[in-house]
């Protein structure tokens, strides 16, 4: 599944590939805009099928209700609480303050995000090891600047980057950078993939 969806600020390109071209994919994602932030959120399942989608979607679920008044922490706590009958799942979390023109962020787990500034500088934000399985977890927040022209690449392990410098940040259009990694992805991949690419546009 390819899709390209046109926010005010934002510009969101996803793809999404259950392992061995299946129906049903372990990671979930989501993301939305409000007036002054973006959100988004991508987790994945432990294992693969119907168990791993369960545990991802209920933490996405639980992003997807609250973002909108609880901060990265809070939300973190909800996710670590729904995996309690659940196997577990990695989970990476992110805002983009419009206003403050920031990117704040906390990952458990290998999904992996960076980001790259207008003029040319890359992210890597630094993920914690582990997954949330229901017991208390430490979480580390990180806040970086943010400016209007940076492009966003956050995925799942199922995408083997060989290196995060080998995107096609430098590429004329994120269009063109999202359709250079789709090439790179098997019909039917040994991992479930999902990644989204999105610049801060407007
Ligand atoms: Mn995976």
């Not at 005010?8 to 994919?25: I, L, N, Y």
């Not at 980057?161 to 940040?169: A, C």
Request: charged residues 25%.
């Amino acid at each position: 599944m390819k899709k390209n969806q046109q926010l005010r600020r934002m510009d969101v390109f996803s793809f999404q590939r259950a392992k061995g071209g299946q129906e049903t994919c372990g990671d979930s994602f989501f993301f939305e805009e409000t007036e002054d932030y973006f959100v988004c959120a991508l987790a994945d399942g432990l294992g693969s099928g119907v168990d791993a989608n369960k545990a991802s979607h209920a933490a996405i679920s639980e992003i997807r209700s609250h973002h909108a008044l609880e901060n990265i922490e809070q939300l973190f706590l909800r996710a670590n609480h729904a995996m309690k009958d659940k196997r577990g799942a990695v989970l990476t979390v992110f805002f983009v303050d419009y206003v403050k023109k920031e990117l704040t962020c906390a990952s458990i787990g290998n999904i992996r995000l960076f980001f790259h500034s207008a003029t040319g500088k890359l992210t890597y934000p630094l993920p914690q090891s582990g997954y949330l399985s229901g017991r208390p977890q430490k979480l580390k927040i990180q806040t970086f600047p943010c400016e209007q022209g940076s492009t966003f690449l956050i995925h799942s392990d199922g995408l083997e980057l060989r290196s995060p410098r080998n995107v096609g940040w430098q590429l004329k259009s994120t269009k063109s950078a999202f359709e250079q990694l789709a090439t790179s992805i098997e019909e039917k991949p040994t991992d479930d993939v999902t990644y989204l690419i999105g610049t801060f546009a407007r």
